[in-house]
C-alpha cells in the first residue's frame, strides 16, 4: 500500500509532499507455538517524491500523524491485505531460501486464546441496601444492649 501526503514546512513556508509505504516485517519464531511461525507486522517508510527515504525526527511526526486513528482492526486488515498480496490469493507462500529448501508460509493466521484479558464493562459496585428503618431499629438495639448490661452491673 502506497500513500501520498503532504505537510506544510515551517522553514521553507511551502507545502511539501511526501510518499509512505506500508513495509511488512516478518520475524520467525520457531518454538514458541508449538510449531514454527512467524510474526508478521507492518512498518511505515517514507520518501519524498523523487524517492529518496526521508529519515529524522520528522519521521516520527509523520508516522504519528498518519497512524493516529489506525486502531486494531485498522492494523489487522493491514497487515492480512499485505499477506494476501503476498501469497496472491493461493493458500501459501512459498519461499526458496537454499538450494533445494523451501519455506512454506501460510497465509491464514494462527488463531490463538489468551488466558488473560480486559473487560470493557465496569465492575458492578456492590450498592448497600439499607432500610431507614433498620438502621433506626439497630441503634434502638445497641442502646438496649448498653442498657442491660448496666442493669446487670448494678
Known amino acids: 500500500m502506497v500513500g501520498e501526503r503532504s505537510y506544510r514546512s515551517k522553514s521553507q513556508g511551502t507545502t511539501v509532499k511526501y510518499t509512505y509505504h506500508l513495509s511488512p516485517?516478518?520475524?520467525?519464531?520457531?518454538?514458541?507455538?508449538?510449531?514454527?511461525?512467524?510474526?508478521?507486522?507492518?512498518?511505515l517508510c517514507f520518501t519524498d517524491t523523487n524517492g529518496n527515504e526521508i529519515y529524522g525526527?520528522?519521521?516520527?511526526?509523520?508516522?504519528?500523524?498518519?497512524?493516529?486513528?489506525?486502531?486494531?482492526?485498522?492494523?489487522?486488515?493491514?497487515?492480512?491485505?499485505?499477506?494476501?498480496?503476498?501469497?496472491?490469493?493461493?493458500?501459501h507462500?512459498?519461499?526458496?531460501?537454499?538450494?533445494?529448501?523451501?519455506?512454506?508460509?501460510r497465509r491464514t493466521p494462527l488463531k490463538y486464546q489468551s488466558k488473560l484479558g480486559i473487560t470493557e464493562e465496569p465492575r458492578e459496585q456492590p450498592t448497600p441496601t439499607i432500610d431507614e428503618n433498620e438502621e433506626y431499629n439497630q441503634g434502638e438495639d445497641e442502646e438496649e444492649v448498653e442498657e442491660e448490661e448496666e442493669w446487670e452491673d448494678e
Open 25 to 43: 516485517v516478518m520475524q520467525p519464531i520457531p518454538f514458541k507455538f508449538g510449531q514454527p511461525v512467524y510474526l508478521a507486522t507492518i512498518r
Open 93 to 105: 507462500l512459498e519461499l526458496t531460501v537454499a538450494e533445494n529448501t523451501t519455506i512454506k508460509i
Open 57 to 91: 525526527k520528522r519521521v516520527n511526526r509523520l508516522r504519528k500523524k498518519i497512524c493516529r486513528d489506525w486502531w486494531n482492526h485498522e492494523w489487522l486488515t493491514r497487515t492480512l491485505g499485505i499477506i494476501s498480496w503476498l501469497t496472491q490469493g493461493r493458500d
